[in-house]
């Protein structure tokens, strides 16, 4: 009789482990960017089988972390550059505020209890961890997600997933990001949102993504002179932005 091979805590767990542990990695810079990936040496990393790896990097791929170059297997993906950054929040720029706008509507999909809930959690763990920048990317997933699911436009919040435009946007400078930035830019949309204000809550997001894109584009390497403000007209310097928090 045959005996069976032992199963690691990871592959039993299935997949969605492994596929967290390499998207952290990716995340975490403890994979670099444009890296090429061996598929047994991250089995080996993680003390699993190639399959769930495999299956982990084709989720990952659905991210935009990992690319598949035919004939030589999988890499991380490159940091965007400075073009690829401003054109990502101009995207933002055009669909948020109108989602929370739509999304500050006295009605049942009213997201006010979502965003208190994500607001009060992610202030507990600032208080609590001397490290919160993991946390602070997933609470800011979740946060514009929510508001995108409570405007009740699902032509918009599919292309706006398919973006993963904090994913990227964290792995550029995981250890520049301050968190009390975000918070309180969020604390405004959603006091915007919660007292049914709309063009507040509009204005409360422009302001936010104005704010976070100025931080990011500080903090761009390849910068050469003034952050810029998207979709505005090149010249335009950006102490000019109205900055929040």
């Known amino acids: 009789m045959l005996e069976q091979a032992s199963t690691s805590p990871e592959e039993a767990a299935g997949a969605a482990t492994v596929y967290e542990r390499i998207r952290s990695k990716i ?131 599919a292309a706006y997933s398919q973006r993963h435009c904090h994913l990227h946007a964290f792995r550029m400078f995981p250890n520049d990001y301050n968190g009390s930035y975000t918070v309180a830019e969020h604390r405004a949309v959603l006091n915007a949102i919660k007292a049914h204000d709309q063009e507040a809550a509009e204005q409360a997001m422009r302001d936010h993504l104005t704010a976070a894109y100025l931080r990011f584009e500080r903090g761009h390497k390849s910068t050469d002179g003034p952050p810029r403000l998207p979709g505005l007209h090149p010249d335009r310097p950006a102490h000019r932005a109205r900055l929040t928090g």
Do not use: C
Not at 54 to 69: C, F, P, S
Not at 85 to 111: C, G, H, I, M, Y
Not at 125 to 152: E, G, N, P, S, T
């Open 27 to 157: 995340l975490r810079n403890e994979i670099p960017p444009d890296t090429r990936l061996s598929i047994d040496g991250l089995a080996r990393e993680v003390g699993t089988s190639p399959t769930p790896i495999r299956e982990a990097l084709r989720h990952l791929q659905g991210d935009n972390l990992v690319v598949q170059e035919p004939g030589r297997g999988y890499r991380s993906t490159p940091l965007l550059n400075q073009r690829e950054l401003r054109e990502l929040f101009e995207f933002r720029l055009l669909v948020e505020p109108w989602a929370t706008k739509a999304a500050a509507q006295d009605r049942l999909s009213n997201p006010t209890l979502t965003l208190e809930r994500e607001l009060d959690e992610l202030t507990e763990l600032i208080a609590a961890k001397a490290d919160v920048r993991y946390d602070l990317m997933d609470h800011d997933i979740r946060f514009h997600d929510a508001i995108f699911a409570a405007a009740d436009n699902e032509v918009l919040h």
